[in-house]
C-alpha cells in the first residue's frame, strides 16, 4: 500500500512536470473581495507567480503560516489583464502549510461576481521565475533593478574592491511599494551583479532610505568590521532602526532593541551616518520635515541630538529627505568646505524633485553656511539642473578619499508611469563631487567617477561660444541641449525626444545656471538617458528619455 502510494506520488509528479510545469492554484472564495488560496511550498513550488495589471487598485496579500501573519504585500493584483508576472520567493515555508488571505477592494454593486477577476486563474507556482530583460528602455550600462520598482539609492559602501550598492526596492511590482533594500553588487561601477534582497520590511515597518558604515573599530560591539546600516522603519510613524552584517553586506541582522531613534514628526527619515575624525564620534544627519538633524554617538546605538539646520534657507516647496554630509577640497586652493545635501521633493529647479546643496562648516556639532545670501528668499543651488537626479547620497569609505555619489534617475512627478514595465527606474553613473571656485564663490561640481575613463560610453565634445548640440536617431527623434554664453545657461530639451505624453511634467524645459566659460560637453547617451557634464561636471544636467531607438548621431550647430 505505502510501495502502491510512493510510485502513485512520484508518477503524479513526474506527470506534473511534464505536463504542467507550473501548478494553478485552488481558491476558496469568502465573501465577496476575500479569498483563501492554500497550498504548501517544495522545490517544484519555489515561487508564486503573481500576476499584475498595473492600473488595478492595491489588493493585499496576507501570507500566513499556522495561523500567524508571516509577511503583507500590497500588490495590483490583476483584474481585467494581466501586464506580468513577479515572483514570491517561498523558499522559507518548504515543506509547511501556507494560506494567502486575499483581500481585492473592487465594487460588485454592478453585480460582478466574486470569480470573476482575471487573477485566480493566472495565479500559479513554478520552480523558475523568467528574469530575461524584455524591455528596450532598459540601459546597457546604468543600474537597475533586475526586475520591478526601485527609487533610491541607499547604504552604499566600498570593500576590498567592490562596490555595495542597496536601494529602495518594490519588489512585487514595477510601482511604489512594499519597500524592501535591494542590493548589487560592483567591481568597476559599470557592471553591476545582482544580490538577495538585504533587509526585508518587518512589524516595525517597511525599510525606507538609509546608509551603511564599516565599524573598523567596533564602536558598536557587533564585530570589528561589521556593515552597519541604519534605515527608517517606517510604519504608523517613522522611526530609525540598526541592522548589521558580518558577512560583508550579503545578509543583515536586526538589532533587538529596534527602533533607535523615534519621534512624533510624520516625516523623520532616511538617516545617512559617517565617523567624524575630527571629534572622534560619529556624526548622523536625519532629514525631518522641512530641516535637518544632527546627532553624534559613540556606539551607533545612542544618538544625542546636537543641532538643527535648515530653518529659512535654501528652498522649502517640498519635503526634505536623504541628507548628505561630507567635506571636500576646494580644488585650486587650500581650503577644504564641508557640503550638506538636502534631496527636496518637490521644489527642483525644473519642477518636482532634485538636490540642492550648502556649502559651509562644521565642527561636528553643528552645520553653519557661509554665504548665507545665496540660500535666502527661497534660493538654492542645485547639484545636477537635469529633471531626473534625486535622492543622491555618497559611498562609504570609497578609495583615494573620494566620496563617490549615486542618484536616482527619476523624479516623483512620473516616476511610477514611465514607460516600462518589467523594471521601472535606473541610477545615474558615479559621480564624484568637487569644490570650484568662480571669483569669491565656491561651487559644487560632479564629475563621472574615473572608472568610466577610457570605457567608451561617454563623447566629448569642445565648444566655443554658443551652441546647440542635437542627438538624434534615424526616426528624426531629438535631444537637444543649448548653450547660451551670453545668458550663461545650459539647457536641456526633449520635448522632441521620443515617448513623452505619458505625463504633462515630462516635456518641461531644464535649465541651468553657467558659472564660467563652457568649453566641453562630456555626454553620457544610454538606452534611456542622456547625462550631460559641462566642463566635466561644473555644470550637470541628467535627462530621461524614451526614444524609439538609442540616439547614435550627434550634430553641433552656432
Ligand atoms: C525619497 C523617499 C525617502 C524615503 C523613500 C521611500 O525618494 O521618499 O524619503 O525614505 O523614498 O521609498
Same mark, same amino acid.
Given at each position: 500500500?505505502?510501495?502502491?502510494?510512493?510510485?502513485?506520488?512520484?508518477?503524479?509528479?513526474?506527470?506534473?512536470?511534464?505536463?504542467?510545469?507550473?501548478?494553478?492554484?485552488?481558491?476558496?472564495?469568502?465573501?465577496?473581495?476575500?479569498?483563501?488560496?492554500?497550498?504548501?511550498?517544495?522545490?517544484?513550488?519555489?515561487?508564486?507567480?503573481?500576476?499584475?495589471?498595473?492600473?488595478?487598485?492595491?489588493?493585499?496579500?496576507?501570507?500566513?503560516?499556522?495561523?500567524?501573519?508571516?509577511?503583507?504585500?500590497?500588490?495590483?493584483?490583476?483584474?481585467?489583464?494581466?501586464?506580468?508576472?513577479?515572483?514570491?520567493?517561498?523558499?522559507?515555508?518548504?515543506?509547511?502549510?501556507?494560506?494567502?488571505?486575499?483581500?481585492?477592494?473592487?465594487?460588485?454593486?454592478?453585480?460582478?461576481?466574486?470569480?470573476?477577476?482575471?487573477?485566480?486563474?493566472?495565479?500559479?507556482?513554478?520552480?523558475?521565475?523568467?528574469?530575461?530583460?524584455?524591455?528596450?528602455?532598459?540601459?546597457?550600462?546604468?543600474?537597475?533593478?533586475?526586475?520591478?520598482?526601485?527609487?533610491?539609492?541607499?547604504?552604499?559602501?566600498?570593500?576590498?574592491?567592490?562596490?555595495?550598492?542597496?536601494?529602495?526596492?518594490?519588489?512585487?511590482?514595477?510601482?511604489?511599494?512594499?519597500?524592501?533594500?535591494?542590493?548589487?553588487?560592483?567591481?568597476?561601477?559599470?557592471?553591476?551583479?545582482?544580490?538577495?534582497?538585504?533587509?526585508?520590511?518587518?512589524?516595525?515597518?517597511?525599510?525606507?532610505?538609509?546608509?551603511?558604515?564599516?565599524?573598523?573599530?567596533?564602536?558598536?560591539?557587533?564585530?570589528?568590521?561589521?556593515?552597519?546600516?541604519?534605515?527608517?522603519?517606517?510604519?504608523?510613524?517613522?522611526?530609525?532602526?540598526?541592522?548589521?552584517?558580518?558577512?560583508?553586506?550579503?545578509?543583515?541582522?536586526?538589532?533587538?532593541?529596534?527602533?533607535?531613534?523615534?519621534?512624533?514628526?510624520?516625516?523623520?527619515?532616511?538617516?545617512?551616518?559617517?565617523?567624524?575624525?575630527?571629534?572622534?564620534?560619529?556624526?548622523?544627519?536625519?532629514?525631518?520635515?522641512?530641516?535637518?538633524?544632527?546627532?553624534?554617538?559613540?556606539?551607533?546605538?545612542?544618538?544625542?541630538?546636537?543641532?538643527?539646520?535648515?530653518?529659512?534657507?535654501?528652498?522649502?516647496?517640498?519635503?526634505?529627505?536623504?541628507?548628505?554630509?561630507?567635506?571636500?577640497?576646494?580644488?585650486?586652493?587650500?581650503?577644504?568646505?564641508?557640503?550638506?545635501?538636502?534631496?527636496? !521633493?518637490?521644489?527642483?529647479?525644473?519642477?518636482?524633485?532634485?538636490?540642492?546643496?550648502?556649502?559651509?562648516?562644521?565642527?561636528?556639532?553643528?552645520?553653519?553656511?557661509?554665504?548665507?545670501?545665496?540660500?535666502?528668499?527661497?534660493?538654492?543651488?542645485?547639484?545636477?539642473?537635469?529633471?531626473?537626479?534625486?535622492?543622491?547620497?555618497?559611498?562609504?569609505?570609497?578609495?583615494?578619499?573620494?566620496?563617490?555619489?549615486?542618484?536616482?534617475?527619476? !523624479?516623483?512627478?512620473?516616476?511610477?508611469?514611465?514607460?516600462?514595465?518589467?523594471?521601472?527606474?535606473? !541610477?545615474?553613473?558615479?559621480?564624484?563631487?568637487?569644490?570650484?571656485?568662480?571669483?569669491?564663490?565656491?561651487?559644487?561640481?560632479?564629475?563621472?567617477?574615473?572608472?568610466?575613463?577610457?570605457?567608451?560610453?561617454?563623447?566629448?565634445?569642445?565648444?566655443?561660444?554658443?551652441?546647440?548640440?542635437?542627438?538624434?536617431?534615424?526616426?528624426?527623434?531629438?535631444?537637444?541641449?543649448?548653450?547660451?554664453?551670453?545668458?550663461?545657461?545650459?539647457?536641456?530639451?526633449?520635448?522632441?525626444?521620443?515617448?513623452?505624453?505619458?505625463?504633462?511634467?515630462?516635456?518641461?524645459?531644464?535649465?541651468?545656471?553657467?558659472?564660467?566659460?563652457?568649453?566641453?560637453?562630456?555626454?553620457?547617451?544610454?538606452?534611456?538617458?542622456?547625462?550631460?557634464?559641462?566642463?566635466?561636471?561644473?555644470?550637470?544636467?541628467?535627462?530621461?528619455?524614451?526614444?524609439?531607438?538609442?540616439?547614435?548621431?550627434?550634430?553641433?550647430?552656432?
Amino acid at each position: 500500500d505505502m510501495k502502491n502510494r510512493i510510485i502513485t506520488a512520484i508518477a503524479t509528479l513526474f506527470v506534473c512536470s511534464l505536463q504542467m510545469p507550473a501548478q494553478t492554484l485552488e481558491v476558496q472564495h469568502l465573501a465577496n473581495n476575500n479569498a483563501i488560496v492554500r497550498f504548501s511550498p517544495n522545490q517544484e513550488a519555489r515561487y508564486l507567480l503573481i500576476p499584475i495589471e498595473e492600473k488595478s487598485p492595491e489588493s493585499k496579500i496576507k501570507v500566513i503560516c499556522g495561523n500567524s501573519l508571516a509577511r503583507t504585500l500590497d500588490v495590483h493584483l490583476a483584474f481585467d489583464k494581466v501586464d506580468y508576472f513577479v515572483p514570491f520567493d517561498l523558499q522559507e515555508w518548504q515543506g509547511e502549510d501556507v494560506k494567502l488571505l486575499i483581500h481585492l477592494p473592487v465594487d460588485r454593486t454592478n453585480g460582478r461576481e466574486p470569480q470573476s477577476e482575471i487573477c485566480w486563474s493566472k495565479m500559479i507556482l513554478s520552480d523558475t521565475f523568467d528574469k530575461t530583460n524584455r524591455e528596450k528602455f532598459r540601459p546597457s550600462y546604468h543600474h537597475t533593478p533586475e526586475y520591478a520598482w526601485m527609487n533610491d539609492p541607499n547604504g552604499m559602501f566600498y570593500l576590498n574592491g567592490e562596490w555595495h550598492l542597496y536601494y529602495q526596492w518594490g519588489p512585487y511590482g514595477s510601482v511604489w511599494n512594499n519597500m524592501t533594500w535591494g542590493h548589487s553588487v560592483s567591481r568597476d561601477l559599470i557592471n553591476w551583479e545582482p544580490r538577495n534582497p538585504a533587509i526585508m520590511p518587518d512589524a516595525l515597518g517597511a525599510i525606507f532610505s538609509g546608509s551603511c558604515v564599516v565599524d573598523h573599530n567596533n564602536t558598536a560591539g557587533f564585530g570589528k568590521d561589521a556593515i552597519i546600516a541604519l534605515y527608517t522603519s517606517a510604519g504608523e510613524v517613522q522611526s530609525q532602526s540598526l541592522a548589521y552584517s558580518l558577512d560583508g553586506g550579503n545578509s543583515f541582522t536586526k538589532y533587538e532593541g529596534n527602533p533607535i531613534l523615534t519621534s512624533d514628526i510624520v516625516d523623520f527619515r532616511d538617516p545617512n551616518f559617517f565617523w567624524n575624525d575630527e571629534i572622534g564620534k560619529w556624526n548622523l544627519i536625519l532629514a525631518c520635515g522641512q530641516e535637518m538633524r544632527i546627532y553624534s554617538s559613540d556606539n551607533l546605538i545612542d544618538w544625542t541630538e546636537e543641532s538643527r539646520f535648515g530653518k529659512s534657507y535654501g528652498c522649502h516647496e517640498g519635503v526634505w529627505e536623504c541628507p548628505d554630509l561630507f567635506k571636500l577640497p576646494v580644488e585650486g586652493s587650500d581650503e577644504e568646505k564641508w557640503v550638506l545635501f538636502c534631496n527636496i !521633493n518637490p521644489g527642483g529647479p525644473a519642477g518636482g524633485s532634485a538636490t540642492q546643496y550648502f556649502i559651509g562648516d562644521f565642527d561636528g556639532s553643528k552645520f553653519t553656511v557661509d554665504d548665507v545670501n545665496r540660500y535666502l528668499d527661497g534660493k538654492a543651488l542645485w547639484q545636477d539642473y537635469g529633471k531626473d537626479h534625486y535622492a543622491a547620497v555618497s559611498f562609504y569609505d570609497a578609495p583615494d578619499s573620494r566620496h563617490t555619489m549615486i542618484a536616482w534617475m527619476s !523624479n516623483w512627478e512620473y516616476a511610477n508611469i514611465v514607460p516600462t514595465m518589467q523594471f521601472r527606474s535606473a !541610477n545615474t553613473i558615479a559621480r564624484d563631487p568637487f569644490l570650484y571656485k568662480v571669483g569669491d564663490r565656491i561651487y559644487l561640481g560632479s564629475r563621472p567617477a574615473p572608472e568610466y575613463s577610457g570605457a567608451g560610453l561617454d563623447k566629448t565634445v569642445k565648444i566655443n561660444g554658443s551652441c546647440t548640440v542635437t542627438l538624434s536617431n534615424d526616426k528624426g527623434e531629438e535631444f537637444v541641449i543649448i548653450y547660451d554664453q551670453k545668458a550663461m545657461t545650459l539647457s536641456c530639451d526633449r520635448s522632441k525626444s521620443g515617448l513623452t505624453d505619458f505625463s504633462q511634467h515630462f516635456d518641461r524645459v531644464a535649465v541651468a545656471p553657467v558659472y564660467r566659460k563652457i568649453t566641453s560637453l562630456r555626454i553620457f547617451i544610454d538606452n534611456s538617458s542622456v547625462e550631460v557634464f559641462a566642463n566635466d561636471g561644473e555644470v550637470c544636467l541628467t535627462s530621461l528619455v524614451f526614444p524609439d531607438s538609442p540616439f547614435n548621431s550627434l550634430t553641433i550647430s552656432k
